[in-house]
């Protein structure tokens, strides 16, 4: 199984990147999937998740209401749109799919992508 993540990338505050993570060897399409962030010293944090249908969608309190997860069950792809793009969001960010979400934004996947370094300048 594997998870390629895409569309990292330079961009100055207030702008917009698109990250799309494609998954091969196996479907997704009952699974949670979901986007993570690790900033240089600190821990990876959960900034967005998504159930199986795509419905409510669950977000960290530092990016709702500029992050947007989607996804594609047909492309077995999960999307990641940014936009007001803030310098602390600068940060590798990894797509997950799989595993088991706990509730309360506690989310376990069990497959990882390769990390996407999203660098905001000032």
């Known amino acids: 199984v594997q998870l390629q993540a895409s569309g990292g990338g330079l961009v100055q505050a207030g702008g917009s990147l698109s990250l799309s993570c494609a998954a091969s060897?196996?479907?997704?399409?009952?699974?949670?999937k979901g986007w993570f962030r690790q900033a240089p010293g600190k821990e990876r944090e959960c900034v967005a998740i998504?159930?199986?249908?795509?419905?409510?969608?669950i977000y960290a309190a530092s990016v709702k209401g500029r992050f947007t997860i989607s996804r594609d069950n047909d492309k077995n792809t999960v999307y990641l749109q940014m936009n007001n793009l803030k310098p602390e969001d600068t940060a590798v960010y990894y797509c997950?799919?799989?595993?088991?979400?706990?509730?309360?934004?506690?989310?376990?996947?069990?497959?990882w992508g390769q990390g996407t370094l999203v660098t905001v300048s000032s």
């Open positions: 997950a799919a799989g595993g088991l979400y706990r509730g309360g934004g506690r989310y376990e996947p069990s497959y």
């Open positions: 060897g196996r479907t997704f399409n009952n699974s949670y």
């Open positions: 998504i159930n199986w249908s795509g419905t409510a969608p």
